[in-house]
């Protein structure tokens, strides 16, 4: 597997036995010095030596004994912290810890304050508009500041800590370091941390359509995504077995157990503070059981006749008419900037040899395309004409990676951003394919990254340890990278998301899922934040996360 060195790993050595010391006293619990300064991560730097000064001697009876300067602070690991910060020079020292007197400092007019008020609840402390004095955690802003819109630095001097971001994302995540290391040690060691994420898009997608979840689980997920710096929800909201949000357009597709728009007005106002972006999915033309059930007339007819389960006739304008109706209805609902088309597992394009299967489609797309056109043309145009209808909304779409296909006389818009999930299904093309076109490609890979309740065909429910031993964002398809040569960095591959799919609804609870994938979340958070193998052992970090959990 392809994988960069993460910077704390190549400045180890330089700590020496100090830090040895300090990561033996971490895994068993203990702190790294005796400050309380605690570390799981072999990743500080040592600072340069001080030059020694001697004062020279007149004659042996009065020469006075050599003096030297104060040595240097000893270097002491960075706090530990899910996922591992990518960068620091920390040392020991009184560091900070939040204390009677403490406050945290910011401008109650910027666009930090949130920030403040969130950390002084959870830390037990006021906040204020300061100005900062010993004991203070001040958050500021800085747009010239480097790391991207999501990193920070985090400095503790003088019994007094100072976050600092181009942006209150930034500043956020620096928090999230905070809390996490009052959690594990109870302190801040002195110092210098510096942080960012090395993929842009990292998050968990959620079927609430085959599995209604409530807004207090779905809110309660938002905090723990979080905690561990992850900034994206989708919510699959409508299947063959419900469709799960309240419509006025359409209130006869609606299954009685359903989110309402206030509920999802909620949940939308908390990820925005959390700095995490909800990701609509209306699938189509497939995956649409519960509208069909009430618009029976636009269901899609084999040969034979006989309705395919889950599929609109993409032929009849009908079809459209009524999927554009929701995706109109539910843009304002969700201002991110990402809405989910879905596209895959279109049932005519499952079969063998789809013209022969579907005559009517095949018709349709010949009288509008051209002799040479198929069905796979007709459903690129459909998911063409979806894509330009979010666009129009302010959206850039993604979409499934089987719903985009090879050669056709229609291709696809390049507004999408595909979404990789599999490669099992007929004639499906392999990352690198994306790639190489120039595709940006997300990483749910389903040998890794799919959480399917019940386990049916074949799945297995996806294990932390998996996860965080052998997933990369490279290793987009079963459990090899792509192929060296093919770019897989952030620009390509800006992250992944975990799925959770309800195929078998009762076969967990809901706080059984909210156990079963609390780990392998925390995994992912790793790898898409800090590049390169992790710097501890699976059990340390299992250790470390019922710490800081």
Not at 89 to 115: C, F, L, Q
Not at 169 to 198: H, M, N, W
Not at 389 to 410: I, Q, S, T, Y
Not at 465 to 485: H, N, Q
């Amino acid at each position: 597997m392809r994988e960069p060195s993460g910077t704390f790993r190549t400045t180890a050595a330089r700590a020496g036995t100090a830090l040895t010391l300090a990561l033996a006293l971490t895994a068993l619990g203990g702190c790294s010095d005796g400050d309380g300064n605690g570390g799981d991560q072999p990743t500080t730097r040592t600072p340069s030596a001080t030059k020694r000064t001697t004062t020279a001697a007149t004659t042996p009876a009065t020469s006075a004994p050599a003096t030297t300067s104060a040595p240097p602070p000893r270097p002491v690991p960075p706090p530990a912290t899910i996922p591992s910060v990518r960068e620091a020079d920390t040392v020991a020292g009184p560091g900070w810890r939040p204390g009677a007197g403490g406050r945290i400092v910011a401008d109650p007019g910027s666009a930090v304050a949130d920030e403040a008020e969130m950390l002084a609840g959870e830390l037990g402390l006021e906040t204020s508009r300061g100005p900062a004095r010993r004991g203070d955690l001040q958050l500021t802003l800085d747009r010239d500041h480097p790391g991207g819109r999501e990193g920070y630095t985090l400095t503790v001097r003088d019994g007094r800590a100072t976050i600092t971001g181009s942006t209150d994302a930034g500043v956020f995540y620096g928090t999230r370091t905070v809390r996490q290391a009052v959690r594990s040690t109870g302190k801040l060691p002195d110092g210098e941390i510096r942080d960012r994420p090395d993929r842009p898009q990292r998050g968990l997608n959620l079927d609430t359509a085959r599995k209604h979840f409530t807004a207090a689980w779905i809110e309660a997920r938002l905090r723990e995504m979080a905690d561990i710096k992850l900034n994206q929800l989708a919510l699959h909201f409508s299947d063959d077995q419900g469709f799960r949000i309240q419509s006025e357009s359409h209130p006869e597709v609606v299954s009685a157990q359903h989110l309402t728009k206030a509920e999802v007005r909620r949940i939308v106002r908390l990820a925005r503070r959390l700095h995490i972006t909800v990701i609509p999915e209306l699938d189509s033309p497939g995956h649409l059981g519960a509208v069909l059930r009430a618009h029976p007339e636009l269901q899609l007819r084999n040969a034979a006749g006989t309705p395919v389960a889950g599929a609109v006739d993409i032929s009849d304008p009908g079809s459209a008419r009524l999927v554009d109706d929701l995706l109109r209805e539910f843009a304002p609902l969700f201002p991110g900037r990402y809405w989910h088309l879905g596209g895959d597992e279109y049932r005519a394009l499952m079969s063998s040899d789809p013209e022969a299967a579907y005559p009517g489609l095949a018709a349709a797309a010949r009288a509008r395309f051209g002799p040479q056109a198929g069905v796979q043309d007709l459903a690129t145009d459909w998911l063409n004409d979806r894509g330009a209808v979010v666009a129009e909304l302010g959206k850039r779409p993604k979409a499934w990676n089987d719903g985009f296909f090879r050669g056709g006389v229609v291709k696809p818009a390049r507004i999408f951003e595909i979404d990789y999930w599999t490669g099992k299904e007929i004639g499906a093309r392999l990352p690198v394919e994306y790639l190489r076109e120039g595709w940006t490609v997300v990483n749910l890979n389903d040998e890794y990254l799919y959480y399917v309740l019940g386990q049916p065909n074949q799945f297995i429910y996806p294990t932390g340890e998996r996860i965080y031993e052998e997933w990369s964002p490279a290793v987009l398809r079963g459990t090899e990278p792509v192929p060296p040569g093919v770019d897989t960095g952030p620009d390509r591959v800006p992250g992944a998301r975990l799925a959770v799919w309800g195929d078998i609804p009762g076969a967990q609870t809901p706080q059984q899922v909210a156990d079963g994938i609390r780990l392998p979340l925390a995994a992912l958070a790793q790898r898409l934040w800090y590049p390169g193998r992790p710097p501890l052992s699976w059990p340390d970090f299992v250790a470390l996360a019922g710490r800081v959990d």
